[in-house]
Structure formats: C-alpha cells, structure tokens
C-alpha cells in the first residue's frame, strides 16, 4: 500500500512537472515569436468580422480589435504588427494583396484562408434558403473543389509566404464545425447541419495537409469551439443575422478570444 501511494505521488509529480515545462515552452516559443515582426493573413475570420469594434481605416476588411491577431499583439508585444487580413479574401487576395509587410524580420505570420474560395457563403446561402437537395448539392460541388483545387491555390500561398519569410513561423488557422449535432435547434433541418460540418471537417483536413507540406502549425480551432457551436446554447458564431448578413456564421468576440486566441497562442 505504502509503494502504491509513492507511486501516485511520483506519478503527480512528474505529471506537474511536464505541465510546467510545456506551459514554459510555449511562453518561450510566444517569446520568441514577438522578438521579431507578427504578420496576420487571411480572410473574415482572421479580420474578426462578427466581432465588432472594427478599425476604421480598415474599411470594408473589417479589421477588428477584437481579432484574434490584434489581441496576440496586445499581449505579447512583437516588435512590428501588421495586420492585413481581410473580409472576403481568396488565396489569390492574399498573393495579391496581402503579402508586402513580410520580410526577413518577420518572425511569426498566421493565416486562415480558402473558406472563401470554396465558396462558403453560397454554401451557407443555398442551405438557408433552399431545399436539403438543393444544399447537399451545393455543398458536394464546394467538396469537389477542396479536393481537387484548392490544394494547389493553398500551395501557391504558402510557398509565397516563405519566399517573402524565410524565418518566419507560420501558423495556419482553420475553421470551426458550425453545428452541435443531436439537439433540438430551430433553423436548419439535421440533414443540413451534418453535411456543413462534414464539409468543414473536409476543408480542415485539407488545409492541415498543404500546411503540413510545408512545414507550418496548424491550428485546429475545432476543439476549442467544442461546445460552442451553433445550437449548443453557448454558441460563440453568430447564426443568420438579418440585420447584419455579413456577420452570419462568423465567430463572436468571444470566438476570437476564446476559440482562436488560444490555438495561436499554443502554436505561436
């Protein structure tokens, strides 16, 4: 009995100590990361659309304060911060657009893109506003393309990114499930539900593999955002907002800061 309780107590202890060292080396890796210039890519959910309080100079990208980039920033000070993810953006957005503040400084860049370019707000559109065929449908055509297509779109922007930062670290933000499944939820049918999120579970997969070919994190924001999805009575993405289209089935300010946030900073 005397040996089994030493055991526990080992067992503890070491257990408290690979803690403390993981939670060091991720304070190190964020350390390191703002000793040199944070560049922030990317689409809507990068920008912090949903979340408010948007800067004004950024216009119709919607940069918000709120965003799970700018609140790295805040917290971690990196020598330079620029944030140049937009609402709307493709990969082509990026390549064209967004990639001039990356340089040999650059220590650390995060991105999340290619919703866009397979088409997820017409997805969401045709599955709120048409028959479950007519979703399923648009939703398999959005499933072709991940497969077929945007692998090489994602390739094109990553290897962009290390051209222009070679040092950087770069970590690639996906996409959360929109929906808790198996409750009682007004809205769309349960057939709907299922086949988006198995279309962001997809589009997920997909992305993890193209960073992965190059070396870069990949944050996975669906565990996070486990409890949090639509119809879980604590969702942390907005649902169809009539009065504010564009914020539909984007990430509140809690979203950011508590479903996104905490996978960069892990990452980071």
């Known amino acids: 009995m005397r040996r089994s309780r030493i055991a526990v107590l080992v067992s503890s202890l070491l257990l408290a100590a690979g803690t403390a060292l993981t939670g060091a080396t991720a304070a190190q890796a964020s ?6 210039g944070y560049v922030a890519l990317g689409d809507s959910y990068s920008s912090g659309v949903g979340s408010g309080s948007y800067i004004s100079s950024s216009g119709d990208c919607k940069r918000s304060t ?27 957005d990026v390549l ?77 933000l996906g996409y959360p499930r929109f ?25 997920n997969t997909a992305t993890a593999k193209a960073a992965a070919n190059h070396g870069f994190s990949f944050g996975d924001v ?22 504010n289209v564009g914020e539909s089935y984007h990430p509140t300010a809690a979203g950011q800061s508590g479903g996104y946030l905490p996978v960069l900073t892990n990452a980071a």
């Open 66 to 92: 709120k965003a799970y980039p700018y609140l790295w920033a805040a917290a971690h000070s990196p020598s330079t911060f620029d944030f140049t993810a937009c609402s709307g953006a493709r990969t082509s």
């Open 222 to 243: 669906r565990t996070t955002f486990t409890g949090h999805e639509l119809c879980s009575g604590s969702a942390w993405l907005h649902s169809l907002n009539l009065l």
């Open 179 to 203: 929906y808790q499944l198996a409750t009682t939820c007004v809205g769309l049918s349960d057939t709907k539900r299922k086949a988006i999120n198995e279309a962001s579970d997809q589009l």
């Open 96 to 172: 064209s657009g967004q990639l001039t503040p990356l340089g040999s400084a650059t220590k650390l860049v995060s991105i999340s893109i290619g919703g866009n370019d397979a088409g997820f707000s017409d997805v969401m559109t045709t599955c709120v506003l048409q028959s479950d065929s007519a979703c399923l449908s648009r939703i398999a055509t959005a499933k072709t393309y991940v497969a077929n297509t945007l692998p090489g779109r994602l390739d094109s922007v990553y290897s962009a990114i290390s051209a222009k930062a070679p040092s950087a670290h770069v970590v690639v």
């Open 31 to 36: 350390q390191t990361a703002a000793a040199g």
